[in-house]
C-alpha cells in the first residue's frame, strides 16, 4: 500500500523541541522529493520545508528557517523534522508529501500544538 505516515506530534510549550517523522511504504522513497507542509486551524496549507531525494538539498520557509530541520533516512524509509525553539505560531497539523507518478500523496498528519 502506497502511503506517508506522520507521527511525533503532540503538546509543547513554547521554546521546546519535537521531531517529526514521516514513514514511507509502497513506492521508491529514495527517489523522492518529501515536503513537510502545515495546517493550522482555519487557515491554507503552509509550506514548511522541502528536502531532496539525496538529502543535499533543503529548502525552509522564512519562517521556521534556523530553527527547523529537515532530514531523511533512504535506508529506513523515513523523513524526519526536527522542531526547535517552537512558537505558538507553529501550532498546527503538520503533514508530509510527495508527487509519486503524476499523483500527490499526503499522509493524515500529526498535530502539534504549542502551548504554555
Known sequence: Q??????GGGLV???GSLRLSCAASGFSFSTQTINWVRQATGKGPEWVSTISWVGDRTTYADSVKGRFT???DNVKRTA???MNSLKS???????????FRGVRL???GTQVTVSS
Open 80 to 82: 524526519f523534522l526536527q
Open 89 to 99: 505560531e507553529d501550532t498546527a497539523l503538520y503533514y508530509c508529501d510527495t508527487v
Open 70 to 72: 529537515i532530514s531523511r
Open 13 to 15: 510549550q513554547p521554546g
Open 106 to 108: 499526503r499522509g493524515q
Open 2 to 7: 502506497v502511503q506517508l505516515v506522520e507521527s
